[in-house]
């Protein structure tokens, strides 16, 4: 069946660094690739996402690639902020909309 | 505004009392699902809709059960709860995946619950 594995976390970071989290997917088939971020007492929002291979999805300075020959769907970001401090959750959709998450990196971004 | 709505937020009840959460969505959305997430396990599926009427099983169903009598809503109930049912609910919705499209899912802000 279809699964995601994204690396552990937690993550802690500085403002300004680098940030990414590993991603990758078990899947048949093409499915569609998403993050999703959730704040501290609320839902998950969708953050970006991919429907293809090479596909890059990008929002408010997070990108991630579809990448197919690596089955992976990193998370970067060039510069964070403690705003972006939240729970990330790479997740994938085939056309069953039988949607997979991963388990979830929680991210703190210190001043 | 779009939205997925949940009742209630929190809730603490004891073993065995009946409970439902409601979940609301105003995107004229197809497909319903409701998920657990619980601390290193990511979010579970419990039970999904893919449209009025037509319900099936997720990846964690025992204990559950839920109905589509209506397109914006999709409670989920819990006829006998347990402590192992303590967990963060969540519902969302989408559009269905008609077209070959996979669309992303709108979520309610969580449910706690605190089977005691």
């Known amino acids: 069946g279809n699964s995601v594995t994204q690396m552990e976390g937690p993550v802690t970071l500085s403002e300004e660094a680098f940030l990414t989290i590993n991603c990758t997917y078990t899947a048949t088939g093409y499915p569609s690739l998403f993050w999703y971020v959730q704040y501290p007492g609320e839902g998950l929002q969708l953050l970006l996402k991919?429907?293809?291979?090479?596909d890059k999805g990008s929002n408010k300075g997070f990108e991630a690639t579809y990448r197919k020959e690596t089955t992976s769907f990193h998370l970067e970001k060039g510069s964070v902020q403690v705003s972006d401090s939240a729970v990330y959750f790479c997740a994938l959709s085939d056309l069953d909309n039988d949607m997979r998450f991963g388990a979830g990196t929680r991210l703190t971004v210190k001043p | 505004e779009a939205q997925v709505t949940q009742n209630p937020r929190y809730l603490i009840t004891v073993t065995g009392k009946k409970l439902t959460v409601t979940c609301s969505q105003n995107?004229?959305?197809?497909?319903m699902s409701w998920y657990r997430q619980d601390p290193g396990l990511g979010l579970r599926q419990i039970y999904y809709s893919m449209n009025v009427e037509v319900t099936d099983k997720g990846d964690v169903p025992e204990g559950y059960k839920v109905s589509r009598k209506e397109k914006r809503n999709f409670p989920l109930i819990l006829e006998s709860p347990s402590p192992n049912q303590t967990s963060l609910y969540f519902c969302?919705?989408?559009?269905?995946?008609?077209?070959?499209?996979?669309?992303?899912?709108?979520f309610g802000d969580g449910t706690r619950l605190s089977i005691l």
């Open positions: 969302a919705s989408s559009l269905s995946s008609a077209g070959g499209t996979n669309q992303p899912q709108h």
């Open positions: 991919a429907t293809k291979a090479d």
């Open positions: 995107m004229n959305h197809e497909y």
